[in-house]
C-alpha cells in the first residue's frame, strides 16, 4: 500500500494503526543504527530515498522522518521503536546478502534542537549521523519559501522575515535547553539565519557522540555528482556500495517565485563568511559555494 497517496483522514487511521501495533510488538523491533540529522532544506529527502533503496537498508514505517529525539521524546522509547521494521526481517536480509541490516530516519530538526543529540547518545550509543550542508544563503531562502508554501510562515517577504529572526527566536534556544517539555514554533519553523551556521551545530554534535560518528555531505556534490557522494555514504555507514545502485533524483524541490535581493544576499554571504570558514574543518575544504 502507497500510504503517501492515501486521503488525509485514512493515512491517519493507517499510521495510527501501524503505530499502535508497533507499540505491541517494540520488543521484537530495531532501532536505528544511523540517523539523517540535517540540514534543513539540504537534501536530505533525497539522500534519504537513494538510502533506503539500498538492498540491506529498512526504513522507518510509514515516516520519513519521526521527530522523537526532538518535539516527541516524552512519549517514550517504545513509541520510537514502534516506528521501525521488525528484527526478523532484518535477519533475512542478512542471510539473503551476508551482511547486517541497518534501519534509519531522517529527521532534520535533530540538528539544531537543543537536547535532540545528547538524547541520541543517550538512547542510540552507537549510531551514525549524517548531515547535509548546503550553501546557507540558499538554504535559508529554501526554508522561508517552504513555510510559506506549508501556512507556517505569515510574512512572504524573506528580507522582513529575516529581520524578524532575532525578535522570534529571543531565549527560544535557552528555554529549549532547560525545558524538555517546552515546544517553540518558532525556533523549529523561523530560524532562517541561524540553521546554516553549521559549524556551530557539528560542534555540538561531536561533543555528545564524537566527531568520528559524524559524516557530513555538501548538497551541491550530491545533486551534481551522487554516485561517488553515496558510496562514501555507504562506505561511513558499513554498507556494501556496489550491491544495486539507486535512481538518484531530486526530491522536495520547490520552484522559486522570485530571485532574491541582491543586497540582502550579499549582506547574508558576508554573515556567513566566518561560518563558511569553521565548516571548512568539517570538509577538508573550502566549502563549494565559497570557490565560486
Not at 156 to 173: I, K, M, T
Not at 204 to 225: K, L, N
Not at 247 to 271: G, I, K, T, V
Amino acid at each position: 500500500m502507497n500510504v503517501r497517496k492515501l486521503p488525509a483522514p485514512m493515512k491517519r487511521v493507517v499510521h495510527l494503526g501501524s503505530r499502535s501495533y508497533g507499540r505491541l510488538t517494540s520488543d521484537h523491533r530495531m532501532l536505528p543504527s544511523f540517523l539523517i540529522c540535517g540540514g534543513q532544506r539540504c537534501g536530505t529527502t533525497s539522500l534519504y530515498r537513494a538510502l533506503a533503496a539500498h538492498p540491506v537498508v529498512l526504513k522507518a514505517v510509514l515516516h520519513k522522518g519521526v521527530h522523537y529525539f526532538d518535539t516527541s521524546y516524552q512519549r517514550g522509547i517504545d513509541w520510537y521503536r514502534a516506528h521501525f521494521p521488525a528484527r526478523r526481517s532484518a535477519e533475512r536480509i542478512a542471510e539473503k546478502y551476508g551482511v547486517p541490516a541497518q534501519t534509519f530516519e531522517s529527521s532534520p530538526y535533530y540538528m539544531y534542537h537543543p537536547q535532540a543529540v545528547a538524547r541520541i547518545a543517550h538512547d542510540l550509543p552507537y549510531a551514525k549521523l549524517v548531515v547535509l550542508v548546503r550553501d546557507p544563503v540558499e538554504r535559508a531562502y529554501s526554508q522561508h519559501h517552504h513555510e510559506v508554501a506549508r501556512g507556517f510562515e505569515t510574512e512572504r517577504d524573506f528580507g522582513s522575515a529575516v529581520a524578524l529572526e532575532p525578535a522570534r527566536l529571543h531565549r527560544q534556544e535557552e528555554r529549549l535547553a532547560s525545558d524538555p517539555e517546552y515546544y517553540s514554533f518558532a525556533h523549529q519553523h523561523h530560524a532562517y539565519r541561524a540553521r546554516g551556521e553549521y559549524a556551530r551545530y557539528l560542534s555540538v554534535m561531536a561533543q555528545h557522540v564524537g566527531r568520528e560518528r559524524i559524516h557530513v555531505v555538501e548538497s551541491e556534490r550530491f545533486f551534481t555528482d551522487p554516485e561517488p557522494v553515496y558510496d562514501e555514504v555507504c562506505r561511513f555507514l558499513g554498507l556494501p556500495p556496489d550491491l544495486e545502485r539507486p535512481a538518484f533524483e531530486q526530491h522536495n524541490a520547490r520552484p522559486r517565485q522570485a530571485d532574491m535581493d541582491p543586497r540582502l544576499r550579499h549582506d547574508l554571504s558576508a554573515y556567513y563568511q566566518s561560518h563558511d570558514e569553521a565548516l571548512a574543518g568539517w570538509l577538508g575544504h573550502t566549502p563549494i559555494w565559497r570557490r565560486r
